[in-house]
């Protein structure tokens, strides 16, 4: 009796399957992984304008009134999250107070994070949830705030 050797259809559906299953769990870890270093960036934009916004105070005595007026003086060129929604797209969020004032005395500067879980929203120890600011902020815990009052 001649046998052909070769793999049966259940074989190579049940190979198939285990590849599938291990390529999807590769590319959810790999997702999560691109989530964190998109939220590391946003930190570090978030804490090069706060240091670009201190610089600008320490001239003119009081806080600006929007984060272009940093450029080129302060900072070489405003940050854009390409991937944040709403009020915050495309740059980073900010706000001051008091509110329509020419020379604001406190800001509030933001960014909405992918990974909420991150222990940098709990760790932001001047965070004033009681201030009243302009702009897109809505207190829920999904963005990382800089205050200044």
Not at 131 to 147: E, K, L, P, Q, R
Request: proline letters at 3%; glycine letters at 8%; charged letters at 15%.
């Amino acid at each position: 009796m001649n046998r052909i050797k070769g793999f049966t259809l259940i074989e190579l559906l049940v190979a198939i399957s285990i590849i599938g299953l291990l390529s999807s769990i590769v590319l959810a870890s790999l997702n999560v992984a691109k989530a964190k270093g998109r939220d590391a960036k946003r930190i570090s934009d978030i804490r090069q304008i706060r240091t670009a916004i201190e610089l600008y105070k320490a001239d003119s005595g009081y806080y600006p009134t929007s984060l272009a007026s940093l450029v080129p003086t302060y900072i070489k060129s405003l940050a854009q999250d390409a991937s944040a929604a709403g009020s915050c797209r495309p740059n980073y969020c900010y706000a001051y107070s008091p509110l329509l004032s020419l020379q604001p005395t406190s800001y509030h500067i933001g960014a909405q994070m992918e990974n909420l879980a991150s222990g940098v929203l709990s760790s932001d120890s001047d965070f004033n949830s009681s201030a009243s600011y302009t702009g897109g902020f809505d207190g829920t815990g999904s963005t990382i705030y800089d205050v200044r009052n």
